[in-house]
């Protein structure tokens, strides 16, 4: 089979489990959840009884010598801008699945009950360094695209630079949007970025993580590579200390993601790789809606 066609069906396949999804469980919560700009003039009817007086159009009631309101209509148009990081440590995965595949189906899910609503969607994927862009624009073969790129791009770099990609974004989108940043947040130095990212767009933080990166097991001396600097390097996982020191440091880099975003006013969610994301997030929808 071509790899073409390989692509294909993996498309295909994300599409039928995520477009379900959108279709039955989120487009609902989505819209209630983020709601248009405002509201819009949309037409001017007879006024009837119980309608709020202070919407009667007095130009128009003057003009036929009878009461004419003005109707008005949730200006619904929305940009969502998916943020998903392809640093090498996403490609871990102990479980069923590794974590670019789960960020993959949830970038899709929202991106088809964004397209559900008729809203733009646009991409960035990001390591230390923007890797692509894809500039918001509607419907499903734009989905398509999205889905086709974060599936089989390979990024140029392994690291992470989460505030670079963060004010890239802020440079592409003048106007507000419903941002989804989607990574493990094994990084720092993003929190300054973050807040004032989250005065304009509404940012989502959603972290994917693999449950057997918290602590690393007793296996004596190993030989481990470094998923983002492909260093390698030898390490004594029989010594207490060594192991007792990778976890406090993971625990830091989580304690970090938790304490940006809840003080820059921003969403966050942790999703377990062996989890239902589904249940994450329409708990996330729910809260906010």
Known sequence: ???????????????????????????????STFKGRGMTFSEVRQYQFGDDVRNIDWNVTARYSEPYIKVFEEERELTMMLMADISGSEFFGTDAQFKNEIITEIAATLAFSATQNNDKIGLILFSDEIELYIPPKKGKYHVLRIIRELIEFKPNSKKTDIAMALKFMRNVMKKKAIVFVLSDFIADDYKDTLKIVANKHDVTGIRIYDAKEEHIPNLGMVQMEDEETGELLLVNTGSKSVRNNYHAYYRGRVDYFQDAFLKSGAGALDCRVDESYVKKLLGYFKRRG
């Not at 489990?17 to 819209?31: A, C, I, N, P, Q």
């Open 1 to 31: 089979m071509s790899t073409t066609k390989e692509l294909l069906k993996k498309v295909r396949k994300i599409e039928i489990k995520t477009r379900r999804l959108s279709d039955h469980v989120f487009g609902g919560e989505y819209h």
